[in-house]
């Protein structure tokens, strides 16, 4: 069963990069069927893409964020990454993992999701 | 950008039927998923490529998507079912995926 696990700090300052890191088990990251995606969620509001990357390193970015948002992947760890610098109170939010299907871009398996606070 | 709109709340009385819409320009011409999320979870795929059904997901959830709407139905509805609910697409055009701002189904 693939299992995508959310991990970095929960609370960042204001002005600094919030960096994320999502651990996927039970499957290869490096599968060309699939991208791997970053979603948020504020508090009380709904989801918003953030980005997208597949496994050869190309990426998509969500034009609101493009400017501050950076995802990686690292193979020989199986494992993918967000930064996303000069954060403000507004990027206070859940932020999930998922894994993104290739041929229909729908999103199957998720994270549980953690919380990133922006405070100072 | 591509947006996708759907109506903030809906309400319905148990064992009713629910409809949920989606709407977007020419969005018939697009593949389109929902999602349930209930609270503290992460959201989970209900309906994909507009009226598919994922294993282990009611026959009760069933979608439609046709010119500038797409719908997610869900008959005899249950307690269990109130959630918030998002669709999904991506748009090719700009290779980006979109989601809609959710809604939210109150079981009365």
């Known amino acids: 069963q693939l299992q995508l696990q959310e991990s970095g700090p929960g609370l960042v300052k204001p002005s600094e990069t919030l960096s994320l890191t999502c651990t996927v088990s039970g499957g290869s990251i490096s599968s060309s069927s699939y991208y791997w995606g970053w979603i948020r969620q504020p508090p009380g509001k709904g989801l918003e893409w953030i980005g997208s990357i597949y496994y050869s390193g190309s990426t998509y970015y969500n034009p609101s964020l493009k400017s501050r948002v950076t995802i990686s992947v690292d193979t020989s760890k199986n494992q993918f990454s967000l930064k996303l610098s000069s954060v403000t109170a507004a990027d206070t939010a859940v932020y999930y993992c998922?894994?993104?299907?290739?041929?229909?871009?729908?999103?199957?398996?998720w994270g549980q999701g953690t919380l990133v606070t922006v405070s100072s | 950008s591509y947006v996708l709109t759907q109506p903030p709340s809906v309400s319905v009385a148990p064992g009713q039927t629910a409809r949920i819409t989606c709407g977007g320009n020419?969005?018939?011409?697009?593949?389109v998923h929902w999602y349930q999320q209930k609270p503290g979870q992460a959201p989970v795929l209900v309906v994909y490529?507009?009226?598919d059904r994922p294993s282990g997901i009611p026959e009760r959830f069933s979608g439609s998507n046709s010119g500038n709407t797409a719908t997610l139905t869900i008959s005899r509805v249950e307690a269990g079912d109130e959630a918030d609910y998002y669709c999904?697409?991506?748009?090719?055009?700009?290779?980006?995926?979109?989601f809609g701002g959710g809604t939210k189904l109150t079981v009365l």
């Open positions: 998922a894994r993104n299907t290739a041929m229909v871009r729908l999103y199957d398996y």
């Open positions: 020419n969005i018939g011409s697009k593949s």
């Open positions: 999904q697409v991506w748009d090719s055009s700009s290779d980006l995926w979109v």
């Open positions: 490529d507009d009226s």
